[in-house]
């Protein structure tokens, strides 16, 4: 009688893990043709903090980020801004439009001014790996007498 229970529980496993399989890699093929990829064409044009100015130890409440994307379709991807080699900020599965897209990301929790002075840049998913963004300049937060990221011709607030 215990080997038709083995035998019976044996055929019931094999049959969720037949099941289950297909929907399982079902999902992963939909992340990756979701997903932005190495060929799109990706730039920052604009990254500010906010509040702006902060006074020094003073919190990040997010990151204001402007995005052209040139892409034909929509792809789903990871931002993360960085300062170096620290995370600053992290949006996941943020949906990329065709075009300019601006998003906030909440800043880490951590992360204050200190210093003179602080340089950013941003990273995207691509195919499963972060690359930097492109930019036509770099983003720098300066002491005077508070810190700022406000430029010349700088986006309303």
Same mark, same amino acid.
């Given at each position: ?11 019931? *496993?094999?049959?969720? *893990? ?28 604009? *990254? ?77 998913? *691509? ?31």
């Amino acid at each position: 009688m215990s080997w038709i229970k083995a035998a019976f529980l044996t055929g019931v *496993l094999s049959s969720l *893990l037949m099941n289950a399989t297909p929907e399982t890699m079902a999902a992963d093929g939909d992340r990756r043709g979701r997903g932005c990829q190495r060929g799109d064409r990706i730039n920052i044009q604009d *990254l500010d903090m906010s509040p702006d100015p902060v006074v020094e130890g003073q919190r990040v409440r997010a990151w204001k980020v402007r995005i052209n994307f040139e892409g034909g379709r929509e792809c789903e991807t990871d931002i993360v801004v960085r300062e170096g080699s620290n995370v600053v900020g992290q949006s996941r599965n943020f949906r990329m439009r065709p075009g300019v897209n601006e998003l906030e990301i909440p800043a880490v929790e951590g992360f204050r001014h200190t210093g003179r002075e602080h340089c950013f840049n941003v990273q995207v998913d *691509l195919d499963g790996s972060r690359q930097q963004v492109d930019a036509a300049r770099r983003f720098c937060a300066r002491q005077r007498p508070m810190w700022s990221m406000r430029e010349a011709g700088d986006r309303g607030r």
